[in-house]
């Protein structure tokens, strides 16, 4: 393959300690087959013999967007109970006319393989048509060895049938399926466990995590689940501090997690043992906004510390019916001050961190050639617009 050069772009290589996006307004880009050969400014490109040189107009240049935290597999939908809960029926009224998220449950198990993946993909189409170029997707609505390993290989399906690279997340410690019910640890013992094994023998597992949380599991359910990750060799992240704080994050971070996600109610403790785990923090602002919530992550304390920020859509059918990562960066700024520079690092540079990869998140030479090509003149208009799509087209792997 030939090489191929962007010219006439406004590069925001998001590259760590570079300052504003790491901006650099008349740049060119090199690509030779997968990666990035070259970035930076126009003037200094180097000569290459047989290059295809493409001219943006002006356009920017983002790294490729990364969804660090979707369950964007699971059966049916829940747009019933949201209409019921705006005529004003309780939670326990919901639950009783099948909803929550045991309706889901169900949903995805009684689901075969092709229409998973039929309405993942649906899911993912938009997610792809808002440029991104990686997607983590999770387990968690099948709560049966059989139907989390359907729900597994569908994600890696999805790698097969798209342009995408995606990252699978064992969630067997999501809910405590029906059959179960106030019987946590068989649960785990007898389901949950021998589904991750089963799982990880097949290769469908590129990460474990859970949900810590009165209504899920507690923190010493949670040890158990870190420790088979453990004795798999995977890492490990959680859904930490969402609706109560259990002290989720500050065990995800003894365990050298990823990322602690959601975490509206981390308190200090928390934010200081993430800081000295390296553990990013993955907001999610689709969530706090479905359920209405009022408690804000503590933000200034997580930048005051050093905690790398991501942001992710959280894409599932209860408390985040979004697909939209465009107007993800538009909440994580209002609903949380971030700036919209912080919000673009969230799902370029700090989501890759929180997904383990060192490969992608920044433009620079030896990365992947993942980028997403914007019509926009500066990159705080990618956060700052609401339902608008800008995107131009999406580069992957060096290929558009
Ligand atoms: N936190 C959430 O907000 C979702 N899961 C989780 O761990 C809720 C999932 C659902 O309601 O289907
Ligand atoms: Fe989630």
New binding site residues.
């Given amino acids: 393959m030939p090489i191929r050069i962007l010219t006439n772009a406004t590069l925001a290589t998001m590259e760590a300690g570079a300052g504003s996006y790491g901006l650099l307004s008349c740049g060119a880009l090199a690509m030779e087959d997968d990666k990035i050969l070259w970035c930076g400014p126009a003037s200094e490109l180097p000569a290459y013999d047989d290059a295809e040189v493409e001219d943006l107009g002006g356009r920017l240049v983002t790294p490729g967007f990364i969804d660090c935290h979707t369950?964007v597999v699971?059966g049916g939908n829940?747009a019933r109970e949201f209409e019921l809960r705006l005529e004003g029926a309780s939670y326990e009224e919901v639950a009783r006319a099948g909803g929550?998220?045991v309706s889901?449950v169900r949903a995805t198990r009684e689901a075969s393989e092709e229409a998973l993946l039929a309405d993942a993909l649906r899911r993912v189409d938009a997610q792809l048509a808002e440029g991104v170029t990686t997607l983590e997707v999770k387990s968690?609505?099948g709560l049966d060895i059989e139907t989390e390993l359907r729900m597994l290989r569908v994600a890696r399906r999805i790698a097969a049938m798209r342009d995408v690279t995606i990252r699978t997340s064992f969630?067997g410690a999501?809910?405590i399926p029906p059959e179960y019910a106030d019987r946590a640890d068989a649960y785990l013992e007898e389901a949950c466990l021998p589904a991750l094994r089963a799982a990880h023998a097949e290769r469908l597992v590129d990460a474990v995590d859970g949900?810590c949380?009165g209504i899920?599991f507690l923190p010493e359910q949670i040890e158990r689940v870190f420790a088979e990750a453990k004795a798999l060799g995977l890492p490990v992240k959680l859904?930490a501090e969402?609706l109560s704080n259990l002290g989720g994050a500050v065990l995800a971070a003894r365990h050298g997690a990823l990322s602690a996600d959601?975490i509206e109610y981390l308190d200090a403790e928390g934010v200081s043992a993430m800081a000295a785990a390296g553990t990013v923090a993955v907001l999610?602002p689709g969530?706090f906004y479905?359920?209405r919530e009022t408690q804000v992550p503590p933000v200034a304390l997580l930048r005051e510390s050093g905690v790398p920020i991501a942001l992710a859509t959280?894409c599932?059918?209860?408390?985040?019916p979004l697909t939209s990562l465009l107007l993800t960066l538009n909440m994580g700024c209002t609903l949380f001050r971030l700036t919209p520079e912080e919000a673009l690092a969230g799902v370029t540079r700090n989501a890759a961190q929180a997904l383990g990869l060192t490969d992608r998140g920044v433009l620079r030479a030896g990365a992947r050639a993942d980028l997403g090509i914007w019509n926009v003149a500066e990159p705080a208009e990618l956060a700052y617009r609401i339902g608008f799509n800008p995107l131009h087209r999406r580069i992957i792997g060096g290929h558009a």
Wanted: charged share 10%; no cysteine.
């Fill in positions: 369950h699971f829940r929550g998220i889901t968690g609505y969630l999501h809910a949900f949380e899920a859904h969402q959601h999610l969530a479905t359920l959280d599932n059918p209860g408390s985040s």
